[in-house]
C-alpha cells in the first residue's frame, strides 16, 4: 500500500455510502438533463480529512433531502473541527446555499461574502454567483446585476449542484432582464430554469409564475422609443424545446396562430407539445383546432350574400342598395375576387330565415348584408345569431343588434338622429327653446318624440309643435303660428325634402329667414324679419334643394350618413363609378349598403379573416375595422353591441353647396 494512501476504514466506507446516497438522491430529485449532485460530493472526498468526511457527507445529505436545518448544524459542526482556510470558505459556501433555500437572504449574504474574497479562486467565484443572487432577493438588483444579468445554464450549475438554487439564480436572472426590457433573454434565462422538472401540475404552476412576470412586465406601457413587442412565437424562437415554460410559451404561441387562423402553424406547436411529453396542454388546443378547421372548410371568405327587399312595397329601396353594392363589387374587382350572392326578401321573415341557411350551408357566404325592413331584420338578426353568420343589416329598427354579437347595424336610427341634431342646437348653436314642424305620420311623430326627449335632457325644450297632413302642400298658416314665437330661434323640420322645400319659402313669407348660428339675432341680410335655424334630418336632404329653394334654406343644418356634395376623396371615387353605369344620383342607401360590402371585404383582404367566428371580433375592433376600412358613407366603426359609431354627418346649406360642420 502506498505510505501516502490512508487505509480504509469502517467510517470512511460509511461515509462513502452517505455520499453515494446524496448522489442517488440528487439524481432522482433532478432528472435529465439536470446537473446531479456530484460538485460537492467530488470536493469533500479530495479535500476533507478523515475528521471532517462523515461529517460533511451528512450534511450533503441532509442538503440533498432537503433538510436544511440538520444540514447547517452539520456545517457548524464541522466548523468547530477545523482551522483551514479552505474548508472553512467551503462551509461557508454551504452554508450559504441552505441559507438561500431556508429563505434568508439576509443571512446568506453576510455567510457568503467572506467567500467570496478568500481568495480560494473556485470556491469564490460559485460564491459570487449566490451572493448576487443574495442580493437580489434583498431587493438590490443593482448590486447584484453584474453577474446576475450575464448569467448563463452552465455557470448556475457549476455555481451549485442544488436545482432548486440552480432555478432561483436563473429566474432571478430573467427577471433582470425583463426590468432591462430584454424580453427575449428573460424567457431564455426561464426556460433554463425549469429543463428537466418534468410535465406535472407541480412544474407547470412553477412556470405558470414565471410566465406571469414576464406578461406583466410586457402589459406596462411602453417608454419612448422602446422597440415593438415580440410575439409569443418570436419569444419562443429564443428558448431551447423542453421544460414547463418552454411548454407555456409553446402554447400559448399555438393559440396565436390558431387567433390568426395559421392552422398549419398552430398544428405544428400542437406536435412540439405532444413530442415532450405536454398532453394535457396540447389536448383542448388540438380539440380547438379541429373545430377551427372543420369552420375554415365550411367558409369561402370571397363570398358574401345580400338579402334585400328587391320586390314589393320596399323594392324601391332594395334596388337602391342592390345598386351600391354592385358599384362597390365593381371598385373591388380591379384587385380581388368578390362575390355577392343577392336573394329578395320578398318581405317575407320566412323566407328571409331559409335565405341565411341556404348562404351558409350552399354558397359557403362569410357574411350577410341586410335586410332592410325593420321586422324582416329582426327576424333575420336571431336567425343569423342562431347560425353563426355575420350579418350587417341596413335597417332603422331599434334593438335589431340585441340578437347577438355576429349582429351590426350600418344605419343610424331615428333616436341617434335626434339626438346628434339636439346637440347641436343647445351644445353648439347655444339654442334651447325650439319649435317642430312634422307631419302627421309615424316617422314624423316618432322623430318628433325622440327630439323633444332629447332636447328636454339637455336642459332645453320644444315650445311649440305643429303637424301636416303627409300630402300637405300649403304651410302659409303653420308659418304664422312660427312667426307669433318671436323667441323660437330653432326649428326642427323631419320631413322630405319636397315638404322642406315648401316649408322654407312659407317661413320667409311670414319674414323667418333660415341663418346659420352666427347670424341669428340679427335681422335678415338684405331682407325683412328675424332669422331662425333650421333643423333637418337626412330625408329632408337632397342634391337638388340648393337650385329648388336655396334662397330660403340657408344655414340649415342637415344630419345624414351621406351627402353627395362631401370632399372626401374616396366617395368622390364612388360617386363617378356609380354614375358610370347608373342613371340618377348616389344616395345614403346606396352608400351605406356599398360600405358594408367594403367592411367585410375589408376584414378578408387586409384583415386576414377567413371565417365567420374571426369576422366579429374585427368588425369590433376599432384598430383594425375602423382604420383600414375606406367608406363612402359617415363610418366610426362599431360599438360593443353592434350599433354603428358616428353614423353620421353634419353639413349645411351655404350659398349654392353645402359644406361639412366640424363635429
Known sequence: MSPHRKPITHSHARTAMVLAFALG??????????????????WVKKHADENLLETLGEALEAHASGDMKTALALLDTARSRTSDPQMLAFIGLREGMAHLRIGNPSTAEATLAPVVSSGF???????????????????????????????????????????????????????????RGEWQAACLRFAWATQGEGTDAGALETARELMRRLEETMAKPAVQGQAPLPSHAQLLSSVPAGGSFWALLALKASRDALLEWDLVAAENGVAQLHAEGFVSLAAPLEETIASARSELDGTDPTTIGAILPLSGKNAGIGKMMQAGIETALR??????????????????????????????EEHRAIAVIGPAAGGVAKAAAAEAEALGMPLITLTLK???????????????THDVEARILAEYAVKTAGLERCAVIHPDSTYGHGMAKQFAQSIAALGGEVAL?????????????????????EDIRCIFVPATSQQLGLIAPALAYKDVWAAPPEDLGKD?????????????????YSPDLPAKAGKYLQGTVFSAGFYAETPDPFAQFFIQEFEREHVGRVTSYHAHAADALFIIATAVALGGVRTRAQLPAWLSDPAHCTTDTSTVASFGGFDESGEPLAPLQLFRLSGKTYEALAQ
Open 25 to 42: 438522491l440528487a439524481t432522482g430529485l433532478v432528472g435529465c438533463p439536470k446537473q446531479a449532485l456530484v460538485i460537492d460530493t467530488d
Open 121 to 179: 479562486e473556485d470556491l469564490a467565484a460559485r460564491a459570487s454567483v449566490l451572493h448576487s443572487l443574495a442580493l437580489f432577493q434583498l431587493d438590490r438588483p443593482g448590486d447584484a446585476g453584474d453577474i446576475l444579468a450575464g448569467l448563463d445554464l452552465t455557470t448556475a450549475r457549476k455555481a451549485t449542484d442544488d436545482p432548486e438554487l440552480q432555478h432561483d439564480l436563473l429566474a432571478a436572472s430573467g427577471d433582470l432582464a425583463l426590468q
Open 331 to 360: 371598385i373591388l374587382s380591379a384587385d380581388h375576387d368578390f362575390k355577392v350572392v343577392f336573394l329578395d326578401t320578398a318581405g317575407s321573415a320566412d323566407q328571409t330565415r331559409q335565405h341565411l341557411k341556404v348562404l351558409k
Open 398 to 412: 331599434p334593438g335589431v343588434t340585441d340578437a347577438g354579437p355576429h349582429v351590426f347595424r350600418n344605419f343610424s
Open 465 to 485: 309643435t305643429q303637424t301636416f297632413a303627409p300630402a300637405e302642400s300649403n304651410f302659409v298658416e303653420i308659418a304664422s303660428k312660427l312667426a307669433e314665437h
Open 524 to 540: 335678415a341680410p338684405g331682407k325683412k324679419g328675424r332669422t331662425v335655424l333650421i333643423l333637418a334630418t337626412q330625408v329632408g
